[in-house]
């Protein structure tokens, strides 16, 4: 059965009605102007004190008895023939209870594994790893995108080439659009490889009993591990439990078994007893995954009044061994053009393999296509910010750039004179996208216990931005309690599936199973209630852990009270993600701005403040919420400044896989930030609530990279941003 | 204009993929019932759970585009 | 790595002669020797803690305004002591801002000294280059962006200590206990040019520690200043650091200087011809910057390192004047 209702959706710039068809089991959708009493209060992630006193039980922290301790090795050489696999001596090392060859015939990476041990001590491991001999025929290798394209270049793949299919996305014309421009530009722009550095590292401990597998495992997808775990070792699903009560980090790089995972299940079994295998720093930094790097050819026109009339990428980008290194998406979504192109194609090396990371492609193509705007704005003689609106195709992004550009004070920092000093100060404003509107497939239960509390169960994992704490908020605001007496139960795949944590999903299709399944639990409730006050369930009302009849106030029983009343030793109901609703929008705005300072003698670049205006539909808790994006900022001030992977030419193997080498930023390098929020009501889904991992990376570092280009008054179109870079574009190196 | 390259919201499964075809939206399912492999994706990072990296057992990078029917080592999804 | 015991000497001469055994090591911070065991940079089979020696953690003043840094003095210590602040600021400064709070909390003066370079080809433990036996410096033909500008060959590390060159620049002696006896050395004496040993900084061979640091009073008119250029503002190293140490004459002129470059060479870099363009000229700011181009005039830089050149003219031509106690207005 289902109803039509008529929702008030949109934001602060503009309301219309939408008529959407529901299901008879889910609640209304919220919509604009709805009064709540727990959603939308800045609240401290509930698990903010067990991680800041260290009694969080990460997967790091798990210890088992009997447990062993595993560890991989790894080729040295970035491509190799493997001619043979000694393990005998490690075999023999006194403690040491497993070992695998997993070598196969080629390798094709620094870092590729090559075998893995298991012993009663993480040392032994370590120990027994140098007694494995491995019989490597080193072969010629291409570590640089340049090299790999040469047509005598080697071969990464022996079968095929070095420079994969292009891919091409195309609307109109674009010669035409340039042919008509009143000022156009080109330029290359570059970004290396950014590797993922959770402080987490990959690993799992796993443990077998018969043919019953269970995994405790640094993952962003507790039941994708599980389905992989499942067929690797042929098992029935129900027969592999995936626990991740905590996890240190995964941005995009933890779906699935990994080999990781997969050795450390292999070597338990092997062993007969429990293996934990959590991978050390440099591994992670060599085989667990990275952000392609890229080169991008942008060729872009605007009319004389700064209306876009072309846009054109050409790139190459490198994935090492993997692929997926395109950077389109902002070209095709941020800026009205009718002329657009863009032409990707992935280069292969011998390097480290690419995956998923924060916003896939985004940051890269947002950096180029943003700095080539603001060259462009240069030669038309517009203001960068103006330039922006005039193309803007986001109503949302538009009152975004109105809040960001006050607080921000755009118009006095851009007429500002510059010092007469070395340091020079810049700002810079890029636009950002995304789509966190979630995906199908959770489910949630609500259980009330007789003691008074009600625990949400939901197979999903936090992967750091308060998932505990949103799914009982929103739990909470269903059932009408204070917040103190719901909690959330996740992070095990015996509980209701959900999906993994990535592409900004888990907050939009988390929260409406989360709310449909306490808006059953309410109803079993409330039929509970009715005969103890008299009323009729349907005109029972609770608010604040308080039910009484609407027509009766004044007779009323605490939520507390009720529970005792349970026959059981629980009441549960389920709840599920529904498909989206049309709703509102389906895509997110947001914009960021940044200033910076440049000593243009040392060629050293701080940043000194961001402003960051982002939309999520409902926003749950502020204070996460702005977590988040205080994140992607840091974040995108390392891949600005600072990271990048790099590879030795002469030997093909990363010298920077260490927290000293590959530098992320610290907190003195973190600018001030201030955080808005523009509310949008979109009614998607029964909360309306949108994903913001990935929102708020998009434009961090193109902001940075137009702030000091307007600083020193030169572009430098290569990441990362330094100082030998800075200097050279000022004609100083 | 905007391609939405993050989550196809059909499901489309315009050719057959390899069981052990991984990429991140792979573990994402459309309201059909089908993986999300986007073949014109640029940016998904494809890898094999038989190697658990980005080839395959034949020694080939892996993708939406060749991990078919027409390929030694597929495996049917169920 | 490889397993080891931890002993105790009894007294420094104990120490010395327990170090004097190649499978030893010397224990005191432990900040850098655990990330050369966990490198594989050394395998000892014995830790010689040097912490169990009583009286080596303490700064005491020297008669005349000088100063007595024990070996095991912490670097938050040494940072914090009003008696190295008021009288030898760029040494406070240096220590200050090496590492990070946690680290500087550990870590000991003598240990910041004997610190291996940070070289991302020496470090790794896959790679045997010239420092460890190898015969080819990685960094000549590879990623080189982090290396020697100057004094470079035949391997190009930078030398990792902050406190180096300020002690260089304050002139001071170490006391080195041996098991043949006690010696007193100029720091300046203490490091080892690659051009004699690439596989050694400095003259600690088995058996000897440092046992005391000695810092002579500065000129009372002297005025010091201590500069760095790093890319990251929290826990990172420097590209360049500089010392400078000013004296002026009533005139302005300048009757005492010492300029002293970290991060450009394989030793902490002193500066001859720029302070012999400052002794016994005014100074002013066009001065400092011929001062600071004589600096670097010797410069050979690699192939990514170029960039390094201009930020250490620059940091010398700040740091001279900041230590004349002078304003760098541009003209």
Known sequence: MARRVTLTLGFAGGTREV??????????????????????????????????????????????????????????????????VDLSAARKLDGVRAALDRSGATVRFAGQEVAAVAATSPEIARDALALIRVDYAPMPFVAAMDEAMRPDAALVFERGSNVAAPIVNAVGNVAAGLETAAATHEAVYTTPVQTHVSLETHGAVASWRGDALTVWCSTQGIFGVRDDLAVHFSLPPENVRVITAYLGGGFGSKFGAGHEVIFAAELARMAGAPVKLMLPRADEHLATGNRPSSSQRVRIGAARDGALTAIELVQHGSGGIGGGSGSSGPYLTLYRCANLRTEERNVYLNAGPSSAMRAPGWPQGCFALELAIDELARKLGIDRLELRRRNNPSPVRAL????????FRWNDRSRAPQSRGPLKRGIGVASAAWH???????????????????????????IGTGTRTIIAMVAAEELGLPLDRVTAEIGDTRYLFSLPS????????????????AAHLKRKLMRLAAPLLGADSDDLIIRGGVISARAAP??????????????????????????????????????????????????????????????????????????????????????ALFEERRIDPQLGVMVNPTMDDYKLPGILDTPEIQVFFVEVANGITNTGVLGLGEAVHVAATAAIGCAVADAIGAPVRDLPLTPDRVLAALGQA | MAREPIIPTSAAPAAQFCALLRTKFSYFRAPGGARLIDPASATACYSCLRTQRPFGPDDRPVDAASCGLARSCFVAED | MKRFAIIAPADSSSAARMLAEPHRAALAGGVDLLDTLKQNLAAPDELVNLKALGGLDRI?????GGLRIGPLVKLSQLAAAPDVRARHAALADAANAAATPQIRNLATVAGNLAQRPRCWYFRNPDIVCLKKGGTKCYAVAGLNRYHAILGGGPSFIVHPSNLAPALVAYDATLTILAPDGERQLAIADFFTPPTIDPRRENILTPGRIITAIEVPAPLANAGAAWLEAREKQSFDWPLVSVVAIIALNHAGVVEYARVVMGAVAPIPWRAPAAEKILLGARLDRDLATRAAAAALAGAAPLAHNGYKVPIAKALVRRAILRAANLADEPA
């Open chain 1, 19 to 84: 008529a959407v068809v529901i299901p008879d089991a889910e609640p209304t959708p919220w919509q604009w102007g709805e009064k709540f009493s727990v959603v939308g209060v800045p609240t401290p992630r509930a698990d903010g004190p067990l991680k800041a006193t260290g009694r969080a039980p990460y997967t790091y922290d798990v210890q088992l008895p009997g447990m062993l301790h595993g560890a991989i090795l790894r080729s040295p050489y970035p491509h190799a023939r493997v001619r043979g």
């Open chain 1, 400 to 407: 975004e750039f109105e809040i960001g550009a006050r607080a």
């Open chain 1, 436 to 462: 966190g509107i979630g995906a199908s497939g959770p489910q949630a239960q609500c259980v009330a216990l007789r003691d008074g509390r009600v625990q949400v169960r939901i197979g999903t994992q936090d």
């Open chain 1, 502 to 517: 990535g592409g900004s999903l888990t907050a939009p299709s988390t929260t409406p199973a989360v709310r449909q399944a």
């Open chain 1, 554 to 639: 004044n007779r009323s029983l605490t939520f507390a009270e009720l529970c005792r009343r349970i026959p059981g030793d629980s009441l549960a109901a389920d709840g599920e993600h529904v498909p989206n609703y049309a709703g509102y929008s389906l895509t997110q705005a947001g914009c960021q701005f940044a200033g910076v300072e440049v000593d243009c003698e040392t060629g050293i670049v701080r940043v000194t403040d961001f402003v960051a205006v982002h939309d999520a539909g409902v926003i749950v808790d502020p204070l996460t919420a702005r977590s988040q994006v205080n994140g992607g900022i840091i974040m995108g001030v390392g891949f």
């Open chain 3, 60 to 64: 005491e003043r020297a008669p005349g």
